[in-house]
């Protein structure tokens, strides 16, 4: 096998075997594409299995350097390191290259991705837009409610989507299992509780107590890309941004408490974060609110206002 045939049977392995969205499998494929045009133009020859076992740590550096020159951000070198390191983890599994010294290329460190939640409004605006949109009724009432959870509960949309029956009707604390099984406890709001209740009288489904809570048009378990389909919809019809998204509003749900005086302890508890440091990047988003929240109830701030 040459190197061409060695770059398609990874890309085969991406789309058949790891099944990698559609999305990836092209950036990965465009970037390691572009490194062995680079390599070959660099070298002014065919590169074939031997030229990628000499490759050194020098040659990658060279390329992520004329990448940067090209306008490609952090999070693009951090793509590009990646795909690159997937591709000589691929050819030594295949026993065609052993080059450990591209594998412990690292990518650059990103700075902590700050959440984008979707204002008071605008996630007004979306559950009632998904009453409007719903192709019948039953599908209308199932959208508001997922929606109204995720909001109205900072629940992932893997937590919603996962309720089984056995949970109805539901309850004004509701214990969640999140990642790595970990459970906690929710509050829920009497909108959320009165959307999950005006969607199960109208669904036509029913498979027991065992079976989910929110179904698909066709009688599954609802799938999360029907979510996300929906979000986008909604987006399209309000003109809201790219990052309005179902995890968004889980955002939007922890900011806005935030915002309106909460404990970020408690908000920590809420959200089902390992560590405060993960709940903490909000504080970082909403920072007028947290300035009039401490303006008000701080003794100090109090003074020097009256002062």
């Not at 909000?282 to 609110?289: G, I, K």
Request: glycine content about 10%; overall charge positive.
């Amino acid at each position: 096998m040459d190197g061409a045939g060695a770059f398609n049977a990874w890309r085969e392995q991406m789309v058949h075997v790891r099944r990698l969205s559609p999305r990836t499998v092209e950036a990965y494929t465009h970037d390691v594409g572009d490194f062995l045009g680079f390599l070959q133009q660099h070298r002014g020859e065919t590169i074939d299995l031997a030229a990628l076992g000499d490759v050194s740590p020098s040659d990658v550096r060279g390329w992520l350097a004329l990448r940067r020159e090209d306008g490609l951000g952090p999070r693009g070198v951090a793509r590009a390191v990646s795909a690159l390191r997937t591709f000589f983890v691929f050819l030594q599994k295949q026993g065609l290259v052993e080059n450990i010294a591209v594998r412990r290329v690292r990518p650059p460190k990103l700075p902590p991705s700050v959440p984008k939640p979707v204002s008071i409004e605008g996630a007004q605006a979306l559950i009632d837009e998904a009453e409007i949109i719903g192709a019948e009724p039953w599908i209308a009432a199932r959208n508001v409610a997922v929606l109204t959870l995720l909001y109205g509960a900072g629940l992932r949309i893997s937590e919603a989507l996962e309720l089984n029956r056995e949970a109805l009707p539901l309850p004004e604390a509701l214990v969640v299992t999140g990642k790595g099984n970990k459970q906690r406890v929710v509050p829920l709001l009497s909108q959320a509780r009165e959307a999950v209740e005006a969607y199960v009288a109208l669904c036509p489904f029913n498979e027991g107590r065992q079976g989910p809570v929110f179904f698909g048009a066709r009688g599954k378990r609802l799938n999360p890309r029907i979510v996300q389909g929906l979000m986008q919809n909604l987006r399209r019809a309000l003109g809201l941004p790219e990052s309005a998204t179902p995890h968004a509003l889980r955002h939007s749900f922890a900011t806005h408490l935030l915002g309106a005086g909460g404990d970020l302890r408690a908000i920590q508890e809420l959200l089902g974060h390992a560590s405060l440091s993960t709940t903490q990047r909000y504080t970082s988003v909403d920072e007028s609110h947290l300035l009039k929240v401490y303006e008000r109830a701080h003794p100090r701030a109090r003074r020097a206002t009256a002062g």
